[in-house]
T-cell receptor, first 114, second 117 residues
Framework: KAGVTQTPRYLIKTRGQQVTLSCSPI?????VSWYQQTPGQGLQFLFE???????NKGNFPGRFSGRQFSNSRSEMNVSTLELGDSALYLC?????????????FGPGTRLTVL | AQKVTQAQTEISVVEKEDVTLDCVYETRDTTYYLFWYKQPPSGELVFLIRRNSFDEQNEISGRYSWNFQKSTSSFNFTITASQVVDSAVYFCALSGPEYTGGFKTIFGAGTRLFVKA
């Protein structure tokens, strides 16, 4: 069974640009969550999608948005990039609907904002 | 609000030493789940264990063991006879139904473990 895949793996952008990151969950998993990982703030929850609906959202500005498609693939968009958005963005998929299940993480997309 | 504290930022041991990683959590939920994940240098988090709030039985898996104590809100992780391959960042996480209609997993800050040969 293929794992969680994320594209691209690395990205360099400049301030003010926007970026879209993609995540394909494990087949059959309908829940996809996004996290931002930085040395200073650690792993922070961005949002979670289930069956194309955003179920939960972390404390991030509106510049961060996402969506999920009918095949459970998810995209995350960051508009008007700031230097502080440089981070490793991790996607995780989960079977089932409850937080009881473990998450399976992708390798991440490392975003650098110059 | 939920909170996970991993007070140890970095730990350095010599191969074959035993090491314990501490995790203390806070939650108002009576039903919740605790996890440990490992993040090797490659960056991909790997699930290690899940424990629900009603199961305080300790667990052992090979060189890994976990001690869950609700009385002290702790879920500590011990690696016995550590190996160089255990070098990684280890995250403790908490998930509970605090947020209706969905779940939100809170991660601790992580403990970076260095195992020297």
């Amino acid at each position: 069974k293929a794992g969680v895949t994320q594209t691209p793996r690395y990205l360099i952008k400049t301030r003010g640009q926007q970026v879209t990151l993609s995540c394909s969950p494990i087949s059959g998993h309908r829940s996809v969550s996004w996290y931002q990982q930085t040395p200073g703030q650690g792993l922070q929850f961005l949002f979670e999608y289930f069956s194309e609906t955003q179920r939960n959202k972390g404390n991030f500005p509106g510049r961060f948005s996402g969506r999920q498609f009918s095949n459970s693939r998810s995209e995350m968009n960051v508009s008007t990039l700031e230097l502080g958005d440089s981070a490793l963005y991790l996607c995780a998929s989960m079977a089932g609907t409850l937080g009881a299940n473990e998450q399976f993480f992708g390798p991440g997309t490392r975003l650098t904002v110059l | 609000a939920q909170k996970v504290t991993q007070a140890q930022t970095e730990i350095s041991v010599v191969e074959k030493e035993d090491v314990t990683l501490d995790c203390v959590y806070e939650t108002r939920d009576t039903t919740y789940y605790l996890f440990w994940y490992k993040q090797p240098p490659s960056g991909e988090l790997v699930f290690l264990i899940r424990r629900n709030s009603f199961d305080e039985q300790n667990e052992i898996s090979g060189r890994y063991s976990w001690n869950f104590q609700k009385s002290t809100s702790s879920f500590n992780f011990t690696i016995t006879a550590s190996q160089v391959v255990d070098s990684a960042v280890y995250f403790c996480a908490l998930s509970g139904p605090e947020y209706t209609g969905g779940f939100k997993t809170i991660f601790g800050a992580g403990t970076r473990l260095f195992v020297k040969a």
